[in-house]
């Protein structure tokens, strides 16, 4: 599939790379965006030769929310149609079997602070900012505080929600809302090398660790210790488990089967 609104690299690395591309609008949602986003999120997914999605912006901004001026003349019906096409790839993100790293810079501003938060995990520039903006112009960020809510809880949440401020990428590390942060000249370097290590493990055990920390996130204390025991004896059936211990006694590289 052709793509306008993202580009989509694929490496010899196992590394797909997914690039918001309306640097000009500092890659605010449209429909044709988040059509196109969700898009490609399925089909490197679904790919063989990608084990780990980098998903970045292009321009000067990550994602800066979403492009207000398709928010005007809808009925109430309409506006709940328009806003699931611009959350449905934040709830995509934790169904994708493959993780998802964002690679932020700049701004990632409501839709795109949702965004951010819904990757599985987030490498960021030094000077990068983000915030639930959009009670700053009468709106909200119902839809992006939830994955937000996840990372950091209920009061720090509703304080990004209700105040709408930009926070620095040190407070965002502080919250839990991003991995690392590193020297903005080195960014994309660094967040590729973060994603090839992430893409030389096995492919199925970090499949099934991804499907089974966000199933047991949402079950009871116990139920989660039971369910994460049987996703633990099916991966140690794997070939990958019996090649990763092998390759361990033998003090070599292992080779992946990916079954």
Known sequence: MSYEQVLVNVGDD?????????????????????????????????????????????????????????????????????????????????????????????????????????????IAAEGFRMGLTAINVGLNCIGPVVPVMRSVGRKRALELLLYGELISAEKALEMGLINKI??????????????????????IAVQISKQAFYTASDMDYYKAFSYMNEAFARLCSTEDAKEGVQAFLEKRTPVWKEK
């Open 182 to 203: 590193v020297p903005a000249a080195d960014l994309d370097s660094e967040a590729r090398k973060w994603a090839a290590n992430l893409a030389a493990k096995s492919p």
């Open 14 to 122: 196992f590394v797909g790379e997914l690039t918001l591309n309306r640097p000009q609008q500092l890659n605010t949602f449209n429909t044709p965006l988040a059509e196109e986003l969700q898009a490609a999120l399925l089909d490197l997914d679904s790919n063989p030769q990608v084990r780990v999605i980098l998903l970045k912006g292009a321009g000067k901004a990550f994602c800066a929310g979403i492009d207000v001026n398709e928010l005007f003349g809808k009925s109430t019906m309409e506006y709940r149609a328009w806003i699931e096409r611009m959350e449905t790839p934040l709830i995509t993100i934790s169904q994708l079997k493959k993780p998802v790293i964002a690679q932020v810079h700049g701004v990632a501003a409501a839709n795109g602070a949702g965004l951010l938060a819904a990757a599985d995990l987030a």
